[in-house]
């Protein structure tokens, strides 16, 4: 089993910035993939980055390209996402996810494991 432990979500005005951290814990598997995904009320879950571990290959959704950048700390465990000119569309709760074997990264679906999720509110 796996363990992810999300915080750094809060309240910050449009501009802002905010950096998500998700500490993974468990039986980490030797090959995986993480990625952040947000869900704003009355929407579905939508992918926003994601990154392969061992590569460190990463991809992100057009809204949040250039503002966005997600990393990750090896001897941590711990995967990050610095937000950058926020915005109050990006307001949502955000959540991490880690799968074994993932083909298509970008899919809620093709991940094993999720985190509690953080809520990030970006007021205008």
């Known amino acids: 089993q796996v363990q992810l432990d999300e915080s750094g979500g809060g309240l910050v005005q449009a501009g802002g910035s905010l950096r998500l951290s998700c500490e993974a814990s468990?039986?980490?598997?030797?090959?995986?993939?993480m990625g952040w995904f947000r869900q704003a009320p009355g929407l579905e879950r939508e992918f926003v980055s994601y990154?392969?571990?061992?590569?460190?290959?990463?991809y992100y959704a057009d809204s949040v390209k250039g503002r966005f950048t997600v990393s990750r700390d090896n001897a941590k465990n711990t995967l990050y996402l610095q937000m950058n000119n926020l915005k109050p569309e990006d307001t949502a709760i955000y959540y991490c996810?880690?799968?074994?074997?993932?083909?298509?990264?970008?899919?809620?679906?093709?991940?094993?494991?999720w985190g509690q999720g953080t809520q990030v509110t970006v007021s205008s």
């Open positions: 996810a880690l799968g074994r074997g993932v083909v298509f990264p970008t899919v809620a679906s093709e991940y094993d494991y």
């Open positions: 468990g039986r980490t598997p030797s090959s995986y993939t």
């Open positions: 990154i392969r571990w061992s590569g460190g290959t990463t």
